[in-house]
């Protein structure tokens, strides 16, 4: 089994920055991808922003450039650097992974984190 451990989170100011962390732990496993997704009351869950085991990274259009994506293979993490943060940031956000384990490919989902942009 892998479990998906989030950090950061919380409350901050709309221009303000936040950093989202989250670590991978359990055995026997190797990770394909991780990322965040968020949802925001109402809306479906989108992905956010993504990255590869060899640093291939993808974002939301709507994150494009505030957002910056970062991981960390040795700990099997991934960090999400959040800049100019918008009331429409809100949401709770998911860490996500991708990984193999017994030659098929699985995914998990960590608990999620709250992130509220507001004054």
């Known amino acids: 089994q892998v479990q998906l451990v989030e950090s950061g989170g919380g409350l901050v100011q709309p221009g303000g920055s936040q950093r989202l962390s989250c670590a991978a732990s359990?055995?026997?496993?190797?990770?394909?991808?991780m990322g965040w997704y968020r949802q925001a009351p109402g809306k479906q869950r989108e992905l956010v922003a993504a990255?590869?085991?060899?640093?291939?990274?993808s974002y939301a259009d709507s994150v494009k450039g505030r957002f910056t994506i970062s991981g960390d293979n040795a700990k099997n993490a991934v960090h999400l650097q959040m800049n100019s943060l918008k009331s429409e940031d809100t949401a709770v956000y998911l860490c996500h992974a991708a990984v193999l384990r017994e030659i098929s490919l699985h995914e998990y989902w960590g608990q999620g984190t709250q992130v509220t942009v507001s004054s």
């Open positions: 359990g055995s026997g496993f190797g990770i394909v991808t």
């Open positions: 990255i590869t085991r060899n640093g291939i990274t």
